[in-house]
């Protein structure tokens, strides 16, 4: 099992590194370009956005790291587990309220420049992270009530 977690370790930092490079040197950039294209009244809310949901998705990496540590220590069926697996669905949550916040702003970066594609990578976010949330919520209930059927078997024991 340590293989298969470590692996997973490593892909949970993968997927980091990039989005923490782009949030250092793209980004910027990015920002810098869009406000001479855009009003800057609808691009930095929309950047605003992106920096704070970044908050939450490393919050949310760090978590599913912790996770991946209980499985090898063996107490994948603790309350820890639970509660790391509580943290991931909040942080989805806030990401995906986050990016439906910024909507209304890219929908009017997207009539100005003809592109409805920038509402749809928004939508795209926002599905995403709703569905991860929704899966936590999942995950946390059905280990939860794992937990509960084993703590009623020691004790009938």
Known sequence: MKRETLFLKA???LVGLPVLAL???GLPQIVKEAAEYFSPYWVYPVFIVIYV???PFFFALVQAFK???YIDKNQAFSELAVGTLKKIKYCAF???ILFAASEPFLYLMAEKDDAPGIIVIGLVIIFASFVIAVFAAVLQKL???AIDI???NDLTV
Do not use: G, H, R
């Open 23 to 25: 949030c250092i040197f």
């Open 53 to 55: 949901s970044v908050i």
């Open 67 to 69: 996770l991946l540590s």
């Open 11 to 13: 892909v949970v930092v």
């Open 143 to 145: 280990l939860k009530n």
């Open 94 to 96: 806030a990401i995906s």
């Open 150 to 152: 084993k703590s009623e």
